[in-house]
Nanobody, 125 residues
Framework: QLQLVESGGGLVQAGGSLRLSCAVS????????MGWFRQAPGNEREFVAD????????NYADDVKGRFTISRDNNKNTLSLQMNNLTSEDTAVYYC??????????????????WGQGTQVVVSS
């Protein structure tokens, strides 16, 4: 069974940065496209970014493009999300997710069959 564990969330001031990590185990990491989603209180889970199997192509939501960078290290079975210039609108629980569709542009949670437990990000203004 594929297992995903996020870390790196916390409290940061507006304009600051955070780096989220997702450790993946249980099955070969390089067989899964990976994504980050987030969910703020009262909102639906929304797409943030996804990345292809080898990590050389990525897709971003419009409101994080240019500020967030998704990456993966297939040798370390780790997915990352570097978040810069954070705003209060970025406050949410962030989830990493895995998909066996082996492509990017997977902007809906329905394409991802495995999820981590989430890590809280709070941006104070």
């Amino acid at each position: 069974q594929l297992q995903l564990v996020e870390s790196g969330g916390g409290l940061v001031q507006a304009g600051g940065s955070l780096r989220l990590s997702c450790a993946v185990s249980g099955r070969p990491f390089d067989r899964y496209a990976m994504g980050w989603f987030r969910q703020a209180p009262g909102n639906e889970r929304e797409f943030v970014a996804d990345i292809n199997l080898v990590g050389d192509d990525a897709n971003y939501a419009d409101d994080v493009k240019g500020r967030f960078t998704i990456s993966r290290d297939n040798n370390k079975n780790t997915l990352s999300l570097q978040m810069n210039n954070l705003t209060s609108e970025d406050t949410a629980v962030y989830y990493c997710a895995a998909s066996n569709l082996q492509s990017i542009g997977l902007t809906s949670p329905i394409y991802f069959g495995w999820w981590g437990q989430g890590t809280q990000v709070v941006v104070s203004s």
